[in-house]
């Protein structure tokens, strides 16, 4: 009551000279509210930038061309032409003799080698299978597109910078001449790199591929699917319609929301301390992988569930009741496939997560190196995203490509599954 | 048979079962005409012949396989030469493991010695009995049921009650899975936690500075015992989750924000999900782009105004972890808002508030109880997130203040001590038990306060 009075022009002024203030102030809190919405947005477009740059030179692999004679001295010197010696061989003789073959004037043993380090080991595993498919071959000369070593593919994807001293470079000066001269000559090429979406885990970049990852996290969702849609279906089912209110069904409700938020490397330790040291089930194996991320999708799947339950109106549980249904007739025959677009929807987010989850797999050994690509659910195999982690942590530089080229697969499985989630949704949406 | 055509088997009988058990309930009547003779549909009479064929021989398959590892490897030991039977635990375990292994073919029969190689065959001999074993019980046990239970029906036979019945507790056992969960982790987690305490006291564990669980092999070797004070691991977490924190708050909450009262509702359609994609990516692509691209930026902007920055900066981590969690922050902050009455701003209005005074001074404040609550399950997630840190923090233990130095958190030395070879029973082991334990409290906690207070505040306006 100490203020004086203002007059009515007094007060005017006072809110005119304020309201400039007050509506830069408003400008100024709604340019920061878009300034993070756009500032959010530009971490998904710098995150994907990054990952698409590095990753999609992943799909291309170098390869050179050789003309390579399967010459008999070499690969079958007793001419018994049978298949234990064909497999034996010294198949990367072949490779050399073809190389010397291409490099006349390459003399002694360290020039040699250099020479050879230019073509991938797997080039005579490459020849062997050729070799084995058709033994005919031997005597004849062929020309042949034989993957190239990892550093020559870094340097004709540009990633090597021919400015740094010979020492500190994947290739010497020697070797880069050899690779100019092979590239002028259209003997050094981009292809697609087949091997890296068809075979298994390699410790040289070149060789690596994704299949066995994939087949690892095909058989653990699979198997992940199995278990929790089905025990997430009957436990939303049992809580939305069939069980009272009471402090039981009240612990499991607070126990399956906490367990929504608890970190998935728990679950890790769980599964390692129970189903691999109590149960003894083999390590490493997708069958342990799928019952530990069927208890993470399990919280999701029960809350998408009941949601899809919930949304189903009263009235038709009614009217099945009054036609005489009995309660589980009325659940399985009307209820169930009404809620059941909205229970899919749930599930396959929760499977997209449990593909995406890498964590506590690490804990029950899915990090092993394995190259065989997993036939069963007992095989030892790893996982996608694990497969990520394994890459990631390779000094190689060839791998880091690798990585993000598996990361774009595993990005394209997720963006499906998301995609039919949401067409799933807007497909099968009812409303009442 | 193997497990797997076991199972196959069984599914096939069941599908017999059920067939069975419907046409008899149907010859008892005299075929379908019959039908209103019956207590309930033929079908039922098929699902509780098919029920009554499935459950119980599931329960014992699953019972026999349980065990039977563990029976036929103590089997298998007492065939072992008496020289290795005596070895001590541990080696006796190694050996038996070469068993399993050789059985598994995941080595070739050359690497093992002869010992080994018969206790293999053993093995497999006794695998092969006992699968036979169950093969046949399961074929009597079915089989009999069905015909047991088939005798037994009778057109007064109250099959679909009893069904019912079954049915509904398969559903209630199905809803318990997550108390067996939530009792699974404790039990586990605190049991192996319990044998780590009784080696290193409870206090040493939770108010020791210094931490290196490297134990020496030897007891004579230099640092052989190893330190167990996890401040440094609990000082890393809470550095680089405040990082993660001072990155999503700002941005989650000011685009929620945005998002709920400015954006046209066509922006708001599209820019929302997409947010939300940040939350779908793997925490692995996250983690590599650390490494890759943020950690390596960092250090170089510091070089360049002379900071000296670990290439594996709590920084970087927190940053990226930061970008993950900005949409859990915003989604549930735009709830919150979204909640708050209409009449709320109108009143503000009504005064003469512009929209942001609107917003700061009215909206935010009766949203505040719940934005606190979102802000809380952000932080327990940045607390538990895994493979960001792994990826791009450090491995050695830090007690620093400064986020331009390598810090290394709980989870990261979870990973580091259970990954690759593990000596069982050793405090190394059981320390990531301990951790883990630790690690759930915490979460656990925050997760109970923070759905609290969002209950409490959801009911404020329902």
Partial sequence: ?432 | MTPAALLLALALLSVGAFWIGKSRSLALVGGTRGVRHLHSLPSHYGLMTALWCALPALAVILLWLAFQDAIILRLVTDHLPAGVRDLPHNELSLVLNDVRNLVAGNVPPGSVNESVRAAAAEYTRMRGISRMALTVLIMVMTIGTILWVRSRITPQLRARNRVEVVIEWLLIGCSTIAVFTTIGIVASVAFEAFRFFSRIPVLDFLFGLSWSPQMAIRADQVGSSGMFGAVPLFAGTALISLIAMLIAVPIGLYSAIYLAEYAHPRFRTWAKPLLEVLAGVPTVVYGFFAALTIGPALRGWGETIGLNVASESALAAGFVMGIMIIPFVSSLADDMISAVPQALRDGAYALGATRSETIKQVVLRAALPGIVGGILLAVSRAIGETMIVVMAAGLAANLTANPLEAVTTVTVQIVTLLVGDQEFDSPKTLAAFALGLVLFLVTLALNVLALHIVRKYREQYE
């Fill in chain 1, 1 to 432: 009551m100490n203020k004086p009075r203002l007059s009515a022009k007094e007060t005017q002024a006072l809110v005119a000279r304020s309201i400039r203030r007050r509506y830069w102030a408003e400008h100024r809190f709604r340019t920061y509210g878009l300034g993070a919405v756009i500032a959010g947005m530009a971490f998904l477009v710098y995150l994907f930038f990054v990952i698409f740059s590095n990753g999609i030179g992943a799909f291309r692999q170098t390869e050179l061309r050789l003309d390579v004679f399967y010459d008999p001295a070499i690969i079958d010197p007793a001419g018994t032409r049978k298949l234990e010696e064909l497999q034996s061989a010294d198949y990367a003789a072949v490779v050399r003799a073809a190389l010397k073959e291409r490099f006349k004037d390459v003399e002694g043993r360290a020039a040699t080698r250099e020479l050879t380090h230019l073509v991938s080991g797997s080039a005579a595993f490459d020849l062997q299978r050729a070799v084995l498919r058709n033994p005919s071959l031997l005597g004849t000369r062929e020309t042949r597109w034989v993957l190239a070593s990892d550093a020559v593919d870094l340097t004709l994807k540009g990633h090597v910078d021919r400015a740094l001293p010979e020492a500190e470079r994947p290739l010497s000066d020697r070797q880069l001449g050899w690779v100019d001269e092979l590239r002028a000559e259209g003997a050094l090429a981009l292809k697609f790199n087949k091997g890296f979406l068809t075979s298994g885990d390699s410790r040289e970049p070149e060789n690596a591929g994704i299949w066995g990852a994939v087949a690892g996290s095909f058989f653990t969702l699979v198997l992940t699917l199995l278990l929790s849609f089905p025990i997430g279906v009957a436990a939303a089912i049992y809580l939305e319609e069939f069980a009272r209110k009471n402090r039981w069904t009240d612990i499991i409700e607070v126990n399956i929301n906490n367990l929504a938020a608890v970190p998935s490397i728990v679950f890790g330790l769980l599964g390692l301390a129970v189903f691999i040291g109590f149960f003894g089930l083999p390590r490493s194996a997708p069958l342990v992988g799928a019952m530990v991320l069927t208890l993470l999708t399990l919280p999701t799947i029960i809350i998408a569930s009941r949601a899809a339950l919930k949304a189903v109106p009263p009235s038709i549980r009614e009217a099945a009741l009054g036609m005489g249904a009995s309660k589980i007739q009325m659940v399985m025959h009307h209820v169930l496939p009404l809620a059941m677009p909205g229970m899919l929807t749930g599930t396959i987010i929760g499977m997209a997560r449990a593909l995406g989850e890498s964590a506590p797999l690490l804990m029950i050994g899915m990090v092993a190196f394995i190259v065989d690509v997993p036939k069963g659910i007992t095989d030892p195999s790893t996982v996608l995203p694990v497969q990520v982690y394994l890459w990631s942590d390779s000094p190689e530089r060839g791998f880091v490509e690798k990585t993000s080229g598996a990361i774009i697969v595993l990005l394209a499985f997720l963006v499906v599954m998301n995609t039919t989630a949401v067409i799933l949704r807007k497909r099968f949406e009812r409303r009442w």
